[in-house]
């Protein structure tokens, strides 16, 4: 289906701010509450979509491996049900300039053969996701969070030991960045920042993830990996909170075809599909209405116009597109999952966001298909002279739906000619990257619970920024907002950038994507509220 | 025959220099490449990974290391699966579409050619119609429209067999992938079987052993079943291409881990030395198998000599 799956959509959330001298919580663990009858057997199977690329943290940028590797390795902080940020490996933390973070680690966090966990490890880790030896795809990842000297080691011009980490005892470690970054803190839920055991590495190289050599300090640990058939964790009996633990076996399967995946369910063989099949979700809902579940996602569709290209470059054009696409029809009667219908960038559920609707977004869809017509008569463009485009996706069936019905719309309201062309998922990526294309589908999750994660694709300097917008003041505003340590002060900052947006049309939003899945009622501690989709199998337990 | 078989494995070999050359370039060109991703690596990061995979030399420089590698038995890292090796990968891969495949074939065979037996002795009955009018039905089914209909009988509807998986490859997981991926061969066979059948049992041989007054079961089982089976030999070797190139669709539809699927996800990943490990395979049991039906043509029919 939507093919967004190659990113990690991660790292947490600190809602206020950091500045805060010291922060300290409960640990958080499978929280069953009293009274709930337990089945005998405790073991889950969970549908995986496709098959990790690698149980390596510092080697995937996927979110099929996000979702074992969260079981397998524990960070400096973890999320709970809700999406908030909260102790992992670090108690607690502490900044006051939020440039020099302090955390401060448990002292009973162990390695599934026994060691400590130790700052140390941290140390160990981070300096691997950058070092050009590891050749991680995510190292981009501690470049962004900012670390002292992070590009440079990365661009091969400073020492790996450079790093702005370190251990000032075994309990305790030191980050230092260039910048202030408010959120630093949420940023470590990532699973690039994860941290890995250094003897095993040295030993195995890289079969250190293999069944037989695995150490790690998540709850659970690997039993078996079949590659396209299953991996199956057990917990780890060192795990500093497994008295917790009730699941007795989570399995992993890696099951592409949505279809399949839902026949498994339906037969009883797996407890949480990945995604449910579109076509399929009206009877899903009405016969199995206790197992569909429809949490909002941090993602937006969109459709991006090449600004940097005739017609597209005309602003009257961008707008009369936009503003010919109903988006009700496209959320209401194409999906119908409780998708909502897009007029930001950035997905409402982001949180401390609160864009203003733009005037578009007001106006009945009657008012904006004349305001639409109006603007593509006034840029030149007439019955005699019908604008004429291509229109890319990636193949799958739910975007050509999408795109045959916006070709309608278009059609229908403007007299736009548009044809369809659909390519294969790298060569799309291809055409796209160089801006061999008139109108792209483009989607995006969040890396991060922030608008940033979203609104800084627009910015004229980045590399993701397929629909090459430019503009000085947008580019201005998000520099400031990227500075600023005050959430309020930067979330006002980042529906100013939502303004511009909606004024200069880069893009057309769409739909706010919702994460559609099967979950079997027996399966209890299910986070519904998290807009992550961050599943700790650790919090669950299966019910009688 | 040891001359024939020597030459046909010396024939082999410029075959698969041709595959591999041809396969590798044409990878090489695909638009896309293994680390292409929706956010663009930073070109600091990209020249790292391009050095560890050896992409950062030239085309033709990373093909001769790729047929030295190769000569030696070492088809190198998985581009996309990080923690395996492309031998570890096939290694783990090939058993379980061996077993699957092997099953289906001896299946498609028994089935196919008995029924298209019994076809042919009843020609023109009420059974003869039954079989083939339920073979044509099997010939025009594809299997991506067969198997979800198997599952939804016997998975989720019966709840005999379970709709997917493979755990350890017992019946209970083999039945449904080896009855979606047969069926369409068992009708052909079917068809071919009782074709042939009819034409050789129409034929003077058949008609003089009739008149010596053997018994007829004699008769198909000692004189006629032999030349009938020539067509059924021949398209032997096609079916089990078929076989092979079709468990891609069984092995996705029923998330078997076996090379069909480990051989779909390479292409779309553009993992270089997966296709290209599992194109070389795939060729190389083509050309072996094509061999052994050669070799069987030649023992059933006098005809052929080599």
Redesign the interface.
Known sequence: MERLKNKITQAVLLSVGLTLASTSFSAFAADVPAGTQLAKVQELVRGNGTEVASLDPHKTEGVPESHVIRDLLEGLVNQDSQGNTIPGVALSWETTDNKLFTFHLRKDAKWSNGDPVTAEDFVYSFKRVVDPVTASPYAWYLEMTNMVNAKEIIEGTADKETLGVKAIDPYTLQVTLTTAVPYFVKMMGHTTVKPVHKASIEKFGDKWTKPENFVGNGAFTIANWVVNERIELVPNNNYWDNAHTVLTKVTFLPIENQVSEMNRFLSGEIDITNELPNEHYKRLAKDHAESVSIPGNLCSYYYGFNNAKAPFNDVRVRKALSYAIDRNVITKFLLGQGQKPAYFLTPEIVAGFHPQMPAYGKLTQKQRVQEAKDLLSEAGFNKQNPLKFTLLYNTSENHKKIAAAIQSMWKKSLGVDVQLENQEWKTYLDTRRQGDFDVTRAGWCGDYNEASSFLSLMQSNNSSNDPKYKSAEYDQIMNKALLSTDDQERNALYAEAEVLLAKDMPIAPIYQYVKARLVNPHVGGFPTNNAEDKIFSKDLYIKQ | MFKFIAKRILEAIPTLLVLITISFFLMRF????P????????P??ME??N??YGLDKSVFEQYTTYLTNVLQGDFG?SF?????TVNE?VA??LPVSAKVGAAAFVFTLIMGVGVGTIAALKQNTWIDYTIMSTAMIGVVMPSFVLA?AL??VF??YL?WF??????DGSFQYMFLPVIGMSLLYVATFARITRGSMIETLNSNFIRTARAKGLSYTYIVLKHALKPAMLPVVSYMGPAFVGIITGSVVIE???????IG??FV?AA???DYSLVMGVTILIGFLFIIFNTVVDILLAAIDPKIRY
Do not use: H
């Open positions: 695909a638009p896309g490449n680390f292409s991703t929706e956010r663009p690596l930073p600091e990061v790292n990974i050095a560890k890292p996309k699966y990080k923690d395996f990968l783990s891969a979800p599952i939804y998975s989720i709840g379970p709709a997917g998986g493979w755990l996705t539809i029923f998330g078997l881990p076996g699927k480990l996800n779309f990943n553009r």
